[in-house]
């Protein structure tokens, strides 16, 4: 397996480089990274505006800059990927792009972790009951549930849960539940019950809206997988000899009902974090999601690759995540 | 029965749990017994600690450094300037106004008591710092100091020092009707920074590529220091400052133990975040029709009124059909202003008024309209027809032609916002009626749209201050780069620089009313509006108000912020 997942890690780099220099290229041609200063009322100086040029490299070619991101031969020790460095940033010329990132990416796998742990346990209750009651009046309600979950835009329905939120909160006159912010401030010089209530404060709202869509569909595909399983001849063969189903279905039924699941939930990690954008914004937590829309709104070039890359890195690492697990589950498969 | 039971149980523990966690707060920020504590947003984050910098530098680090970076005054609300007594000894003194008698000169003369926060008396070498970072490269004070508004700096020739009084010298010939600016609200940093702290870590200021280094660091790291009357004690860039009273302040003691400055780049988190007791209030840089209809009848206090930024119609003078200013005219003539401005803001603020001065609001003492009698803006179509068919236009059906060729069709262009999206809807109908057909195209980039004049006709915005000097010669002279359009008029050239180096303000409006006359009737610029700013407070703050004037908004008077009895 050592063999197998060295291979695919190499075999990784030539496509993250491959994806770098098309995305490179795009961010670079999409538009000019001082257009807010150029516009600036009064116009600034030529000479500061030649300053930024030099500062974010806009003075070379685009091939240069790129070798220059790359590398960071040539550069003015702000940038070079092989150097650790992300480059310089259009937001501030003291803003890291590489320590805000990877503080980001903190944020964001905090509240990505939470609603994983709770979106796979609840998808995998709701397809089981669902499988095990097929066509009841509990069947066709998580279903319905299922596909309302699916249609609802993340956006409104965060609105919803704020509004819910603080619905509650009148009702029991305290607040029980915040509607922005991650809660790291006010955790602050807390003991631990105080640091528990305050994450379940900051934490619940987004965790429930970011949840809801994994949940959806991973709800379904357990359902279904269930189903497969039930009828299989060695889930009968069980039932036949007479083991109670609770056996069947806990040690035979489910265990092999999750494989797909896992599989899916896997390769879903760097979906959820994608879709934490929308979350993040709304609930105003620091995570990766703002950090790549004050990317995009400050045609911050550099953050944006770094942003690029590190999904990209997150995307094959679900892959072969998924992979590795599909081996684990499975004792038919075996790496090569 | 005994499932009932369970779930009985279940539900009354669940309750139980619930109002133990409600005995936390959530948010707020866990106020202590008794504190006044005030929750405030920005409305997105601070890219730098230090405002000085065109990288960095924004609105939005100026908010969060309000009652911490020290100013010698500001325009206030009612648009009268006020020179801050707590800071300046008196007011500072304007020296030598003609600059044909010798060197343009003023000097500041800071209060006796004024000190920074660990004791050290605030002094005129604070400002002659100040002035040096703010500066282009090009003068040779710093390095690498990347200033977003080097105007006023780069004409200082000579600056003498003498203990808590700073004498400024102007470079020969030169003068600056706006002087008194270079350190106010409204300069490039939005006060003044101070020196010591340069010293005190091994730079010194004389060096230009060490006072870049300083520059640096007042940009990368968070004040502990402070000139104002309170300090910052905790925070970041990405959350919030949490700032409480400056021990060292001298003037009034401020009256909130803490104030924190939360950072919220979503408008559609307020209207939530205000009714859970998250915040206190705001002063976002957009306009928000649904927080508006939304956030009255819940405690708070709004208000709404003309922001600074203005939007405005600009004509390509050198497009085949555009470059007849009697086309111009008619096209003009025939958008309907009023139907614009209605349509964006009449629901949330139906008392908006139309801009009829390209550089002055109407609350300045120096406002003429210029526009109204032009009939521009008017939306009357048959005083456009008229214009066109003067000038030998004719109406092929409904096409408007010239010798038999047809007019247009034209590129209406404009960023994708919801306002300039219904407003270009709305001209695109209101030019269709005079024969003139348009192609509505959006852009990502309206810098490289209007750097490359890429467009017939266009719906941008300018930012206006009540600084107004250098306004003229930037939209409308013809060497300008942020002319456009292309007008070439030797008369508005002659104002423009004019009202730039005029040696008082007086005289400097008197040469910006005069550019304005004469840009009106070539019909090159139609102003429409200033985009309306909201402004909301919970009613338990007191001494809390809008300041549209300045960048510090609604944070411009924070030492006086209160809770109200």
Request: aromatic share 10%.
């Amino acid at each position: 397996m050592l063999v197998y997942t060295v291979r695919r890690v190499l075999g990784a780099i030539p496509i993250l480089l491959l994806a770098s220099v098309l995305t490179f290229v795009l961010i670079d041609v999409s538009g000019d990274p001082l257009a807010d200063l150029r516009m600036q009322q009064p116009p600034p100086d030529p000479s500061v505006i030649q300053l930024q040029e030099e500062r974010l490299y806009l003075d070379r070619s685009m091939p240069e800059r790129y070798w220059l991101w790359i590398t960071g031969i040539g550069g003015n020790g702000d940038i070079g990927l092989l150097q650790g460095k992300f480059g310089p940033s259009t937001q501030s010329a003291t803003y890291d792009i590489g320590e805000n990132l990877f503080l980001r990416l903190g944020t964001t796998l905090r509240l990505v972790g939470a609603a994983m742990v709770f979106a796979l346990g609840l998808a995998v209750l709701a397809g089981v009951v669902s499988a095990m009651r097929q066509y009841s009046k509990l069947d066709y309600t998580l279903t319905f549930i299922g596909f309302l979950a699916l249609a609802m835009p993340v956006f409104w329905f965060a609105g919803i849960m704020q509004q819910a939120g603080v619905g509650f909160n009148e009702l029991v006159g305290s607040q029980v539940f915040a509607t922005i912010g991650d809660g790291t401030y006010q955790a602050q010089g807390q003991d631990l019950w105080g640091r528990i209530t305050n994450a379940f404060a900051y934490m619940t709202l987004p965790t429930i809206v970011l949840m809801l869509t994994s949940f959806a569909s991973w709800s379904r595909y357990q359902r279904t997988s269930m189903l497969e399983v039930l009828n299989s001849d060695y889930v009968r063969l069980a039932r036949a000899k007479g083991l109670p189903n609770r056996v069947v279905i806990r040690r035979h039924a489910l265990r092999t009902a999750l494989i797909p699941l896992t599989t899916v939930a896997a390769v879903g990690i760097a979906g959820i974090i994608d879709g934490a954008i929308l979350t993040e914004r709304v609930f105003q937590w620091r995570g990766l999601g703002e950090f790549f829309i004050a990317a995009v709104e400050k045609n911050d070039s550099y953050a944006l690759m770094a942003w690029l890359l590190l999904s990209g890195v997150l995307v094959i690492l679900a892959n072969l995540i998924a992979d590795l697990l599909y081996g684990v589950l499975d004792p038919r498969i075996r790496y090569e | 029965m005994h499932k009932r039971r369970k779930t009985l149980a279940l539900a009354a523990a669940g309750t139980s749990a619930l109002m133990a966690l409600t005995a936390c707060s959530g948010g707020g920020g866990g106020d202590g017994e008794g504190e006044k504590v005030v929750t405030w947003v920005i409305n997105s984050l601070p890219a730098a600690w230090g405002s000085i910098s065109a990288a960095g530098g924004s609105v939005y680090t100026v908010q969060m450094l309000s009652g911490v970076l020290p100013y010698t005054g500001q325009w206030q609300p009612d648009a009268t300037y006020e020179y801050d007594l707590n800071v300046l000894a008196e007011e500072p003194t304007l020296i030598n106004e003609d600059p044909e008698a010798g060197p343009f000169e003023f000097s500041f003369t800071l209060h006796e008591d004024a000190v920074w926060s660990d004791g050290t008396p605030m002094t005129g070498e604070d400002l002659r710092v100040t002035m040096m970072m703010s500066a282009s490269p090009t003068e040779g004070y710093c390095t690498t100091c990347d200033s977003r508004g080097t105007t006023g700096p780069d004409m200082v020739e000579e600056v003498e020092v003498d203990g808590k009084t700073a004498t400024f010298r102007l470079k020969e010939g030169l003068a600056n009707p706006e002087w008194m600016a270079m350190f106010d609200a409204h300069s490039a940093g939005g006060g003044f920074y101070p020196a010591h702290l340069a010293e005190e870590n091994g730079w010194d200021v004389d060096d230009p590529d060490q006072l870049g280094e300083y520059y640096t660091w007042l940009h990368e790291t968070r004040p502990e220091w402070s000139g104002g009357p309170y300090q910052i004690v905790d925070g970041d860039l990405e959350n919030q400052v949490v700032k409480e009273p400056n021990p060292e302040w001298w003037g009034e003691t401020p009256k909130l133990d803490r104030v924190i400055m939360s950072y919220n780049t979503d408008e559609g988190t307020f209207v939530n975040a205000f009714q859970n007791g998250e915040i206190d209030g705001a002063n976002p840089a957009q306009y928000s029709e649904d927080v508006i209809t939304q956030i009255e009848g819940i405690g708070a206090t709004l208000t709404v009124g003309e922001g600074n930024i203005w939007e405005h119609i600009d004509i390509n003078t050198k497009n085949e059909f555009l470059s007849d200013v009697e086309l111009r005219r008619a096209i003009f003539t025939a958008i309907d202003r009023d139907q614009i401005a209605s349509r964006n803001f009449g629901a949330g603020y139906p008392d908006y008024e139309l801009k009829n001065n390209h550089i002055f609001s109407s609350d300045s003492e120096y406002y003429e309209d210029h526009i109204t009698d032009s009939g521009q803006g008017s939306g009357d179509i048959e005083a456009a027809t008229e214009i066109l068919e003067e000038a030998g236009y004719e109406l092929d059906g409904d096409t408007l032609t010239l010798d038999g060729e047809q007019v247009g069709p034209f590129r209406l262009r404009s960023t994708d916002t919801v306002v300039r999206s219904n407003s270009l809807q709305l001209i695109q109908a209101q030019l269709a009626e005079i024969g003139i057909e348009t192609t509505i195209e959006m852009t990502d980039d309206l810098g490289g749209m209007l750097g490359g004049t890429e467009y017939d006709i266009v719906q941008f915005g300018w930012s206006g201050t009540p600084y107004f000097t250098s306004s003229p010669q930037q939209f409308w002279h013809s060497e300008s780069e942020s002319n456009f359009g292309g007008l070439e008029n030797d008369e508005v050239d002659e104002h423009a620089i004019a009202a730039g180096t005029a040696p008082s303000l007086d005289e400097a409006a008197e040469h910006a009313n005069a550019a304005v006359a004469a840009v009106v009737p070539e019909a090159y610029s139609l102003p429409i509006m200033a985009e309306p700013n909201y402004f909301f407070v919970s009613d338990r703050l007191a001494n809390v108000e809008d300041n549209l004037q300045s960048s510090y908004r609604a944070t411009y008077n924070i030492g006086e912020w209160d809770i109200a009895e």
